[in-house]
Protein backbone atom coordinates (compact mmCIF):
# COMPACT_ATOMS: atom_id res chain seq x y z
CA UNK A 1 0.00 0.00 0.00
CA UNK A 2 1.64 3.20 -1.03
CA UNK A 3 2.15 5.87 1.90
CA UNK A 4 1.02 9.59 1.50
CA UNK A 5 2.68 11.51 -0.39
CA UNK A 6 4.00 15.57 -0.67
CA UNK A 7 5.83 17.17 -2.60
CA UNK A 8 8.22 19.21 -2.73
CA UNK A 9 10.16 17.78 -0.12
CA UNK A 10 12.37 21.10 -0.08
CA UNK A 11 11.49 24.63 -0.62
CA UNK A 12 13.09 28.00 0.25
CA UNK A 13 11.97 31.37 -0.91
CA UNK A 14 12.38 34.63 -0.05
CA UNK A 15 9.58 36.37 2.20
CA UNK A 16 6.90 37.47 0.63
CA UNK A 17 6.89 35.31 -1.97
CA UNK A 18 4.35 32.59 -2.71
CA UNK A 19 4.71 29.00 -2.37
CA UNK A 20 2.51 25.96 -2.33
CA UNK A 21 2.68 22.43 -1.10
CA UNK A 22 1.02 19.29 -2.47
CA UNK A 23 -0.22 15.92 -0.83
CA UNK A 24 -1.88 13.08 -1.90
CA UNK A 25 -3.12 11.12 0.95
CA UNK A 26 -3.20 7.13 1.22
CA UNK A 27 -6.10 5.58 -1.46
CA UNK A 28 -9.48 5.67 -0.23
CA UNK A 29 -8.95 8.08 3.19
CA UNK A 30 -11.60 10.15 3.57
CA UNK A 31 -9.91 12.33 6.00
CA UNK A 32 -6.84 14.39 5.23
CA UNK A 33 -4.63 16.86 7.73
CA UNK A 34 -2.17 19.68 7.42
CA UNK A 35 0.29 20.12 10.11
CA UNK A 36 3.13 23.05 10.86
CA UNK A 37 6.25 21.46 12.46
CA UNK A 38 8.28 23.98 13.68
CA UNK A 39 12.21 23.10 15.02
CA UNK A 40 11.90 22.06 18.42
CA UNK A 41 8.31 22.05 18.70
CA UNK A 42 5.52 19.36 18.22
CA UNK A 43 3.18 19.39 14.69
CA UNK A 44 0.42 21.79 15.43
CA UNK A 45 -2.99 21.36 13.59
CA UNK A 46 -3.76 23.75 10.50
CA UNK A 47 -6.66 21.85 8.60
CA UNK A 48 -8.80 18.70 8.83
CA UNK A 49 -10.57 17.84 5.91
CA UNK A 50 -13.60 15.42 5.20
CA UNK A 51 -13.83 14.13 1.88
CA UNK A 52 -13.73 17.91 0.33
CA UNK A 53 -15.44 19.79 3.35
CA UNK A 54 -13.35 21.25 5.90
CA UNK A 55 -13.91 19.91 9.50
CA UNK A 56 -11.21 22.43 11.33
CA UNK A 57 -9.09 25.32 10.28
CA UNK A 58 -9.26 27.40 13.42
CA UNK A 59 -5.50 27.24 13.60
CA UNK A 60 -4.78 28.41 10.05
CA UNK A 61 -3.61 31.87 9.86
CA UNK A 62 -6.15 32.50 6.86
CA UNK A 63 -4.67 35.83 5.99
CA UNK A 64 -2.06 34.33 3.91
CA UNK A 65 -2.64 30.84 4.60
CA UNK A 66 -5.20 28.97 2.17
CA UNK A 67 -5.46 25.08 1.47
CA UNK A 68 -7.95 23.14 -0.85
CA UNK A 69 -9.16 19.59 -1.32
CA UNK A 70 -11.47 20.10 -4.19
CA UNK A 71 -12.40 15.83 -5.23
CA UNK A 72 -11.76 14.85 -1.86
CA UNK A 73 -8.59 13.09 -3.32
CA UNK A 74 -5.22 15.08 -2.92
CA UNK A 75 -4.56 18.82 -1.48
CA UNK A 76 -2.82 21.87 -1.74
CA UNK A 77 -1.52 24.01 1.17
CA UNK A 78 -0.35 27.59 -0.05
CA UNK A 79 1.05 30.74 1.74
CA UNK A 80 1.20 34.19 0.28
CA UNK A 81 3.01 35.95 1.39
CA UNK A 82 5.29 34.58 3.34
CA UNK A 83 6.68 35.19 6.55
CA UNK A 84 10.31 34.09 8.24
CA UNK A 85 8.12 32.77 11.19
CA UNK A 86 6.68 29.93 8.08
CA UNK A 87 10.05 28.54 8.03
CA UNK A 88 8.49 24.80 9.30
CA UNK A 89 8.02 21.11 7.78
CA UNK A 90 4.53 21.07 6.96
CA UNK A 91 3.22 17.48 7.33
CA UNK A 92 0.15 15.94 5.71
CA UNK A 93 -1.09 13.33 7.38
CA UNK A 94 -4.40 11.05 6.39
CA UNK A 95 -7.33 8.82 8.31
CA UNK A 96 -9.32 6.22 6.93
CA UNK A 97 -12.52 7.73 9.03
CA UNK A 98 -13.21 11.10 11.09
CA UNK A 99 -12.56 9.91 14.64
CA UNK A 100 -10.00 10.94 16.09
CA UNK A 101 -8.81 7.69 17.62
CA UNK A 102 -8.63 6.51 13.55
CA UNK A 103 -4.34 6.35 13.28
CA UNK A 104 -3.15 8.60 10.99
CA UNK A 105 -0.33 8.22 8.52
CA UNK A 106 1.68 10.49 8.03
CA UNK A 107 4.04 12.07 4.86
CA UNK A 108 7.29 12.85 4.85
CA UNK A 109 6.74 16.49 4.78
CA UNK A 110 7.83 19.45 3.11
CA UNK A 111 10.81 21.21 5.09
CA UNK A 112 9.84 25.25 4.30
CA UNK A 113 12.76 27.62 4.62
CA UNK A 114 11.96 31.38 4.37
CA UNK A 115 14.74 33.94 4.22
CA UNK B 1 -7.63 23.45 26.28
CA UNK B 2 -5.71 20.43 26.20
CA UNK B 3 -1.94 20.05 26.68
CA UNK B 4 1.07 17.77 26.52
CA UNK B 5 4.64 18.18 28.38
CA UNK B 6 7.20 16.08 27.53
CA UNK B 7 9.32 16.74 30.59
CA UNK B 8 13.04 15.84 29.15
CA UNK B 9 14.15 16.83 25.63
CA UNK B 10 16.78 13.98 25.52
CA UNK B 11 16.76 10.80 27.09
CA UNK B 12 19.95 8.29 26.74
CA UNK B 13 19.99 4.69 27.42
CA UNK B 14 22.61 2.40 26.56
CA UNK B 15 21.46 -0.81 24.39
CA UNK B 16 19.89 -3.85 26.29
CA UNK B 17 18.90 -1.24 29.22
CA UNK B 18 15.08 -0.66 29.62
CA UNK B 19 14.10 3.23 28.83
CA UNK B 20 11.28 5.40 29.55
CA UNK B 21 10.02 8.44 27.71
CA UNK B 22 7.93 10.52 30.12
CA UNK B 23 4.48 12.31 29.03
CA UNK B 24 2.09 14.11 30.95
CA UNK B 25 -1.29 15.72 29.87
CA UNK B 26 -3.89 17.87 30.80
CA UNK B 27 -7.36 17.56 29.71
CA UNK B 28 -10.68 18.54 30.91
CA UNK B 29 -12.22 15.03 30.45
CA UNK B 30 -11.67 11.51 29.22
CA UNK B 31 -8.21 11.42 27.24
CA UNK B 32 -7.28 9.54 24.18
CA UNK B 33 -3.44 9.29 24.43
CA UNK B 34 -1.18 8.28 21.48
CA UNK B 35 2.91 8.13 20.75
CA UNK B 36 3.88 8.49 17.54
CA UNK B 37 8.10 8.08 16.28
CA UNK B 38 9.92 10.17 14.07
CA UNK B 39 12.73 9.02 12.20
CA UNK B 40 15.44 11.69 10.44
CA UNK B 41 13.87 12.65 7.55
CA UNK B 42 10.53 10.72 7.51
CA UNK B 43 7.20 11.91 8.99
CA UNK B 44 5.74 10.51 11.89
CA UNK B 45 4.62 7.28 12.51
CA UNK B 46 2.14 5.73 15.12
CA UNK B 47 3.49 3.39 18.17
CA UNK B 48 0.77 2.87 20.45
CA UNK B 49 -2.61 4.23 21.51
CA UNK B 50 -4.89 4.60 24.76
CA UNK B 51 -8.55 5.02 24.33
CA UNK B 52 -10.33 2.97 26.83
CA UNK B 53 -9.81 -0.35 29.25
CA UNK B 54 -6.70 -1.58 30.03
CA UNK B 55 -4.04 0.52 31.47
CA UNK B 56 -1.23 -0.95 29.93
CA UNK B 57 -0.84 -0.46 26.19
CA UNK B 58 1.16 -2.43 23.39
CA UNK B 59 2.13 -1.27 20.51
CA UNK B 60 4.97 -1.32 17.56
CA UNK B 61 8.29 -2.58 17.68
CA UNK B 62 8.09 -4.19 21.84
CA UNK B 63 7.02 -0.42 23.14
CA UNK B 64 4.02 -0.08 25.61
CA UNK B 65 2.80 2.42 27.71
CA UNK B 66 0.79 2.62 30.73
CA UNK B 67 -1.66 5.08 31.13
CA UNK B 68 -1.99 6.34 35.17
CA UNK B 69 -5.02 8.76 35.66
CA UNK B 70 -4.19 10.05 38.91
CA UNK B 71 -0.97 11.34 37.99
CA UNK B 72 -2.40 12.43 34.48
CA UNK B 73 0.88 10.27 32.90
CA UNK B 74 1.42 7.93 29.41
CA UNK B 75 4.95 7.26 30.00
CA UNK B 76 6.22 5.23 27.11
CA UNK B 77 8.60 2.12 27.76
CA UNK B 78 10.61 -0.73 25.87
CA UNK B 79 12.34 -3.07 28.41
CA UNK B 80 15.46 -3.45 26.17
CA UNK B 81 16.31 -0.52 24.27
CA UNK B 82 17.89 -1.58 20.66
CA UNK B 83 20.33 1.18 18.97
CA UNK B 84 17.71 1.17 16.27
CA UNK B 85 14.81 2.52 18.18
CA UNK B 86 17.27 5.97 18.01
CA UNK B 87 14.50 8.99 16.95
CA UNK B 88 12.29 11.32 18.25
CA UNK B 89 9.06 10.55 19.89
CA UNK B 90 5.89 12.70 20.54
CA UNK B 91 3.38 12.26 22.94
CA UNK B 92 -0.30 13.25 21.78
CA UNK B 93 -3.67 14.12 23.98
CA UNK B 94 -7.47 14.72 22.40
CA UNK B 95 -10.24 14.92 24.72
CA UNK B 96 -12.01 11.82 24.75
CA UNK B 97 -16.03 10.65 25.12
CA UNK B 98 -16.33 12.61 21.65
CA UNK B 99 -14.47 11.49 18.09
CA UNK B 100 -14.71 14.51 16.78
CA UNK B 101 -11.53 16.39 18.55
CA UNK B 102 -7.95 17.16 17.49
CA UNK B 103 -4.79 16.02 18.80
CA UNK B 104 -2.47 18.14 20.66
CA UNK B 105 0.93 17.16 20.50
CA UNK B 106 3.93 17.61 23.01
CA UNK B 107 7.23 19.03 21.65
CA UNK B 108 9.10 15.80 21.36
CA UNK B 109 11.93 13.80 23.09
CA UNK B 110 15.20 12.35 21.64
CA UNK B 111 16.09 9.26 22.06
CA UNK B 112 19.64 7.98 21.65
CA UNK B 113 20.10 4.71 21.98
CA UNK B 114 24.66 3.77 22.29
CA UNK B 115 25.69 0.71 22.11
Known amino acids: EAGVAQSPRYKIIEKRQSVAFWCNPI?????LYWYQQILGQGPKLLIQFQNNGVVDDSQLPKDRFSAERLKGVDSTLKIQPAKLEDSAVYLCASSSGLAVTDTQYFGPGTRLTVL | AQSVAQPEDQVNVAEGNPLTVKCTYS??????LFWYVQYPNRGLQFLLKYITGDNLVKGSYGFEAEFNKSQTSFHLKKPSALVSDSALYFC?????????????FGDGTTLTVKP
Open chain 2, 92 to 104: AVSLGDTNAGKST
Open chain 1, 27 to 31: SGHAT
Open chain 2, 27 to 32: VSGNPY
